[in-house]
């Protein structure tokens, strides 16, 4: 697979984050779940590593690799911690890209030299209380006054906002009472009248960093819109879709992790007196596992790859993220089912693994949702026939 997608360069990227996850993340993952604690210090070494701007073009201080490279280094995080690996996925493809994609050259200038090299993380408010998989149904208004908006309403279930220093968040825009469109814009988080919540009580992605947003008169200048209204939607709807892509990478190693301790527990165990992976029933389990994950994980890379060619990825991003966060679930499940009774112990990570495969099925859009976007797609297709 590395001979289809990888360079050399990509495989010392994934060389070197494979041993930062190994001897960095790893020892403390168990701790960072128990105590719910955002990895403060991983993110400041991932940012040391040059991780936290992978795709971002050098010329915005970023390493100016591409969306592969992006998606290997999620994947390699989230075998060690989904929570780690949501961090950095969520500051890159929903913080910092929508600049990158959208944003005027003064957001850029701003913004993205510093999310590029960590010293800033980043956030994406979509979500709303009533506005979840129909996000058109978004209620937060801009109204504008002069040169200004005026911003009211909130969001719920935003990653990393408790630590970013920028939001890019979505909004009706309306002007003298008429309605023009949803828009999108960019603010610092200290700006007046934005209030951030505590964190959320999760049952996964404990050490991620998840909370409410509330907007009560919060004044914006015109220079912080990031999309027209009419265009907002849109530019939500390109950002989730490359955000679908590294949660598909995500999706790939929360389910190679659990596989990984699953395949190891088996050569230990013994039971009637041959190791466990002996019987039939446990190996083709691991098998199952096995062929699922590299089917994952080939949709995704394939997905990441369409991306960097330039070409339209909503089919193949869909199809990854679907596949790969349903086979997060059941890979998961099975690595309980191989250790028995010990799987439903803490001390051998895979109900971790378990716990944060969930939502996987459900943030960036829904399984549900991905259907309806790959059916979409694939009967458009027979009207060019």
Not at 83 to 111: D, F, N
Request: charged residues 25%; proline residues 3%; glycine residues 10%.
């Amino acid at each position: 697979m590395n001979d289809l997608f990888f360079t050399e360069e990509h495989t010392m990227l994934v060389d070197m984050v494979r041993d930062f996850a190994k001897n960095e993340i790893e020892p403390i993952a168990q701790e960072l779940d128990a105590k719910g604690r955002f990895p403060e210090e991983l993110v400041a070494k991932m940012a040391d590593l040059g991780l936290m701007g992978i795709p971002i073009p050098e010329e915005y201080g970023g390493a100016g690799m591409d969306i592969t490279a992006f998606a290997a280094v999620v994947m390699e995080l989230a075998k060690a911690d989904a929570s780690v690996a949501i961090t950095l996925a969520a500051h890159i493809s929903l913080g910092t890209m929508p600049i990158l994609m959208s944003g005027s050259e003064q957001l850029k200038e701003r913004y993205l030299a510093k999310l590029a090299s960590g010293k800033m993380l980043g956030a994406f408010g979509l979500t709303e209380p009533e506005a979840g998989s129909d996000a058109g149904a978004t209620k937060t208004t801009a109204v504008k006054d002069g040169e200004d908006y005026i911003i009211n309403g909130g969001k719920i279930f935003i990653t990393n906002v408790g630590y970013a220093g920028v939001l890019n968040l979505t909004a009706r825009v309306e002007d003298d009472g008429e309605f023009l469109g949803i828009g999108a814009f960019t603010v610092a988080t200290d700006t007046p009248g934005l209030k951030i919540g505590p964190p959320e009580k999760k049952m996964g992605w404990k050490a991620s960093d998840t909370r409410q947003l509330f907007f009560e008169d919060m004044r914006v200048s015109k220079d912080c819109l990031l999309s027209e209204p009419g265009t907002g939607f849109k530019t939500f709807l390109k950002t989730l879709t490359g955000g679908r892509i590294s949660i598909a990478a995500l999706s790939v190693g929360t389910a190679e992790g659990a596989y990984q301790k699953a395949l190891a527990y088996s050569d230990e165990r013994t039971a009637f007196g041959k190791k466990i992976h002996e019987f039939q029933a446990v190996s083709f389990k691991l098998a199952d596992m096995a062929t699922q994950i590299e089917a994952a994980k080939l949709l995704t890379y394939h997905a990441a790859w369409l991306r960097d060619k330039g070409r339209n990825v909503v089919k193949a991003a869909a199809m990854a993220k679907l596949f790969a966060s349903e086979t997060a679930m059941k890979v998961t499940t099975e690595a309980i089912q191989v250790l028995g009774g010990y799987g439903y112990v803490k001390e051998y990570d895979v109900e971790r693994f378990f716990r944060d495969a969930k939502i996987l099925e459900i943030g960036e859009g829904t399984s549900e949702v991905q259907r309806i976007i790959i059916s979409r797609e694939i009967i458009q297709s027979l009207q060019k026939f």
